[in-house]
């Protein structure tokens, strides 16, 4: 069985990080070693959360006493510059592909808590990476280019071949808006080749929805699929779940109801070969 780690943060409360990561990479077949970043009481969107970061450091003294290896390490919330220098050091005592989720701000603004240099730092462990995953904001901010709400194909290709220059093989970008009505991820190789896919857009703000496409990704990437098809599978995941948690009115700020869709995603994953894997 592959064998996955991913690192980020535990909301005790509201479904996102971990507790999206674990039982999506779980259900996808694979074996999900965890490495909480922090503890929170309840995600962000819960007024008066309680915020209380961990050490990665004595978690990986033991993995390495052990001889732990993995197929993958995936990354999401890191708190700050000391939890970021901690992940480049599991980098190089576990070689293995690298998935950074730069997990750090949405809707233009940096989140709450992190240090205004939290960006120029996510770049050292962005060009680390083998695959990085950034949305919108995050992308304008490790490169600089400005923010905008809606796109054109030349802003977004500006986006990608800056996202490349910091050093990763693929960056693939998320909240694309280049169609009326639609949403979606485009994704650029070494190469310079740009896909992209998207589905029907919905008006609202969805907790959880980034760790869902970056969860679902890492998996299929360990699992060997390409990087094309895990973004299209990821892409349907997340607009079923989307579609899903729709018919639930207060679950979108609490977190998406993967749960519910978890026997879809496996539908699809049965139903699609993929292509071919990555080497």
Request: aromatic share 8%.
């Amino acid at each position: 069985m592959k064998r996955i780690v991913t690192m980020q943060d535990l909301s005790c409360i509201g479904k996102c990080s971990l507790t999206v990561a674990l039982p999506v990479l779980s259900a996808m077949g694979l074996e999900c070693a965890v490495l909480p970043t922090a503890v929170l009481s309840a995600h962000t969107a819960f007024e008066g959360f309680r915020y209380e970061p961990l050490s990665l450091t004595s978690v990986a003294d033991h993995w390495q006493q052990l001889g732990l290896q993995f197929d993958m390490i995936y990354t999401g919330y890191l708190g700050g510059r000391a939890q970021v220098d901690q992940a480049l050091d599991f980098f190089t005592r576990f070689p293995a592909m690298r998935l950074v989720d730069p997990v750090m701000a949405d809707h233009g603004a940096l989140y709450a808590g992190l240090e205004p240099d939290f960006p120029a730092v996510l770049r050292t462990l962005c060009a680390q990476a083998d695959l990085i995953t950034p949305n919108i904001t995050e992308a304008c901010l490790l490169t600089g280019l400005e923010y905008r709400e809606t796109h054109d194909d030349s802003y977004i290709r500006t986006l990608l071949e800056r996202l490349l220059a910091l050093g990763a093989r693929t960056a693939i970008l998320t909240g694309v808006r280049t169609e009326p009505g639609r949403v979606g991820v485009a994704c650029m190789d070494a190469a310079g080749s740009v896909s992209q896919c998207s589905a029907p857009y919905v008006p609202a703000v969805f907790y959880g929805t980034g760790d869902l496409f970056a969860s679902t990704c890492a998996g299929a990437l360990t699992l060997g699929w390409s990087v094309h098809d895990a973004m299209e599978l990821a892409s349907a995941y997340v607009a079923d779940t989307i579609a899903e948690t729709r018919r639930e009115p207060d679950a979108r700020w609490y977190g998406v109801s993967f749960e519910a869709t978890i026997p879809q995603l496996l539908r699809r994953m049965a139903q699609r070969r993929p292509s071919h894997a990555e080497n």
